[in-house]
Nanobody
Framework: QAQLVESGGGLVQAGDSLRLSCAAS????????MGWFRQAPGKEREFVAA????????DYIDSVKGRFTISRDNAKNTVYLQMNSLKPEDTAVYYC?????????????????WGQGTQVTVSS
């Protein structure tokens, strides 16, 4: 079982950058596909980005392509989300999640373990 802890959220202005981190416990981090999701007030949770077990394959929601980058360091049991050119519509609670999948997935129901979330607020 994996325990996930996010960090790095905060209040920034439009155009700024943030890097979120998600530290995982356990010895099997490299066996998980890792994803980032977000949920804004009054909205459904949505997929943001995912990365394969070795970090060779990534996927993004269209609205963040070219601005966000997901990466992972299996030696540190950590997945990152580098967020550049932030926009007010990126404001949300961001969650990292782990899936016992062979391939990258964008479906939240396929992720077994979730962190507690970190707030990202982008002011205009």
């Amino acid at each position: 079982q994996a325990q996930l802890v996010e960090s790095g959220g905060g209040l920034v202005q439009a155009g700024d950058s943030l890097r979120l981190s998600c530290a995982a416990s356990g010895r099997t981090f490299s066996s998980y596909v890792m994803g980032w999701f977000r949920q804004a007030p009054g909205k459904e949770r949505e997929f943001v980005a995912a990365i394969s077990r070795r970090g060779t394959v990534t996927d993004y929601i269209d609205s963040v392509k070219g601005r966000f980058t997901i990466s992972r360091d299996n030696a540190k049991n950590t997945v990152y989300l580098q967020m550049n050119s932030l926009k007010p519509e990126d404001t949300a609670v961001y969650y990292c999640a782990a899936a016992t999948r062979v391939v990258v997935t964008t479906t939240a129901e396929e992720y077994l373990y979730w962190g507690q979330g970190t707030q990202v607020t982008v002011s205009s």
